[in-house]
């Protein structure tokens, strides 16, 4: 079977006014009037961390994006980058090692992908449910004054930017203040002091941007640290533990009614009961009856 090539995907596009225009793109003050795209674009409501950095990272910064972004797995998070060399390629390629759907925004035609070398990987964005973005038409070239307008949308589609790595005059900066221009959080990985690859981060923490020095601290920023915890835990349940979750599903019951619909034994079920509990899969109401948490 053939490879599936670039040309092979259809260019859309969405209008502001249409319901699955990026919500969080339609809040910016300059957000485009039309996006091209391709890909699909199923999502109302999401969650999504953009991340950014140097062109010209170092091996500390790879392994920063590596680790940063592997750990998210799992998450309900979308991942935003620019295509470009460096961090951003290294974060779309660990996003999709880690089963992430992960966006791109380029700044030229979608006719053609920028870096021509990072084909391959805009279809395996395409090709894991992602979707690549620009708003210029077809036959649009990757013009220096292209970026900084393609930054804003990078910015714009996410509830917080990462810099991993920025010197202290980085392009990377732009979409960091653009990102707290739109009252967007700010997070940053933080660097060896004498290092320069890392003063442009260094310098955002020291203006009070988030640090990024785990997974757990961005999805404590956006909100996920719970969902995740208990999506973790609820993947390790046991047999047992998993018919009482389903059990539960459709409501609160009390221990009878659980003992009922799972026919674990009334003697057995009260420790597992009480060990949920204390796990935190499930909690018991004041009226005695069991629902799941979250």
Not at 25 to 32: R, Y
Not at 167 to 196: E, K, M, Q
């Amino acid at each position: 079977m053939r490879q599936k090539q670039w040309s092979d995907y259809p260019i859309r596009q969405v209008r502001i006014s249409d319901q699955n225009y990026p919500y969080l793109l339609k809040e910016i003050p300059d957000a485009p009037p039309t996006l091209f795209y391709k890909g699909e674009l199923r999502f109302k409501k999401y969650t999504a961390l953009s991340v950014v950095g140097s062109r010209k990272y170092t091996a500390y910064g790879k392994q920063a994006a590596g680790d940063l972004i592997g750990g998210l797995a799992g998450a309900d998070l979308v991942i935003v980058s620019g295509l470009a060399l460096g961090i951003d390629s290294i974060s779309h390629r660990a996003a999709l090692d880690a089963n992430l759907i992960t966006w791109a925004v380029i700044a030229c035609g979608l006719d053609r992908v920028y870096p021509a070398s990072h084909e391959r990987l805009a279809c395996q964005i395409l090709e894991k449910g992602g979707a690549i973005f620009s708003e210029e038409k077809s036959g649009t070239d990757a013009l220096p004054f292209l970026f900084p307008k393609r930054n804003r949308i990078i910015a714009g589609l996410s509830q917080a930017t990462l810099v991993v790595e920025a010197a202290a005059r980085s392009g990377t900066l732009i979409t960091a203040f653009l990102a707290l221009d739109y009252n967007r959080s700010v997070l940053a990985a933080p660097h060896n002091i004498f290092n320069f690859s890392g003063k442009g981060a260094n310098m955002l923490l020291s203006l009070g941007a988030v640090v990024a020095r785990s997974a757990e601290d961005i999805l404590k920023e956006l909100g996920l640290e719970t969902d995740l915890a208990q999506k973790k835990m609820r993947e390790n349940l046991s047999a047992e533990e998993s018919k009482i979750c389903q059990a539960l599903e459709n409501g609160e019951k009390s221990s009878d009614e659980i003992c009922r619909a799972t026919q674990i034994v009334i003697e057995k079920l009260n420790t597992l009961l009480m060990m949920m509990v204390i796990k935190g899969i499930v909690k018991r109401r004041i009226d005695g009856k069991f629902v799941i948490t979250g």
